[in-house]
Nanobody, 122 residues
Framework: QVQLVESGGGLVQAGGSLRLSCAVSGRSRLTMEWFRQAPGKEREFVAAISGSGDRTIYEDFVKGRFTISRDNAKNTVLLQMNGLKSEDTAVYYC?????????????????WGQGTQVTVSS
């Protein structure tokens, strides 16, 4: 059984940084992605990374501020978030799928974590 467990969320001031972690168990080298959902809004794509870690894609609103990476030895995916803004406040979800392509579509995901709250105060 595949499980994804996020950690690292919290409260931070605007301009600050957080690092989210997603621990994966039950399967290795999944294509991994981060999504987020703010109150009253639809879930939106943030970033994705290939199983080997050699390819990444980002949504435009996080380019230059967020970095997705992975440590396959630990089966962990990270999202380093710098320059946080109040509009980044959301529940952040780790997700994974078995296909090799990177996608911004949440419907493709096979597995989801429970989410971790990120709150940015202005």
């Amino acid at each position: 059984q595949v499980q994804l467990v996020e950690s690292g969320g919290g409260l931070v001031q605007a301009g600050g940084s957080l690092r989210l972690s997603c621990a994966v168990s039950g399967r290795s080298r999944l294509t991994m992605e981060w999504f987020r959902q703010a109150p009253g809004k639809e879930r939106e794509f943030v970033a994705a990374i290939s199983g080997s870690g050699d390819r990444t894609i980002y949504e435009d609103f996080v380019k230059g501020r967020f970095t997705i990476s992975r440590d396959n030895a630990k089966n962990t995916v990270l999202l380093q978030m710098n320059g946080l803004k109040s509009e980044d406040t959301a529940v952040y979800y780790c997700a994974g799928h078995r296909a090799v392509f990177l996608t911004s579509s949440a419907t493709v995901m096979d597995y989801w974590g429970q989410g971790t709250q990120v709150t940015v105060s202005s």
